[in-house]
Nanobody, 122 residues
Framework: QLRLRESGGGLVQAGGSLRLSCEAS????????VGWFRQAPGKERTFVGL????????YYTDSVKGRFTISIDTARNTVYLQMNNLTPDDTALYYC???????????????WGQGTQVIVSS
């Protein structure tokens, strides 16, 4: 049974950086996608970016392009979300999830981590 576990969240000032990790335990096939999502208080969960494990598709939502980068360390079974130039609007609970097709929809991802909190102060 595949499990995902996020870590690396915290409190950072605006303009700062954080790197989130999504560690997978269990088998995850090379054709799968790992997506990052976030949920701000009182709001719906929204798409941040995705990375196919074979490296063929990397995609980001417009609001994070040029600031966030997803990378994969296959030896460690870990996907990273490097977040730079953070703003208070980036404050949210961040989740990683497994998907099987290129999608920005929450419903198309079947296995989720528990989330890691990111707070950006102004």
């Amino acid at each position: 049974q595949l499990r995902l576990r996020e870590s690396g969240g915290g409190l950072v000032q605006a303009g700062g950086s954080l790197r989130l990790s999504c560690e997978a335990s269990g088998r995850i096939v090379s054709s799968a996608l790992v997506g990052w999502f976030r949920q701000a208080p009182g709001k719906e969960r929204t798409f941040v970016g995705l990375h196919r494990l074979d490296g063929r598709n990397i995609y980001y939502t417009d609001s994070v392009k040029g600031r966030f980068t997803i990378s994969i360390d296959t030896a460690r079974n870990t996907v990273y979300l490097q977040m730079n130039n953070l703003t208070p609007d980036d404050t949210a609970l961040y989740y990683c999830a497994r998907g099987s097709q290129f999608s920005t929809r929450v419903a198309d991802y079947d296995i989720w981590g528990q989330g890691t909190q990111v707070i950006v102060s102004s």
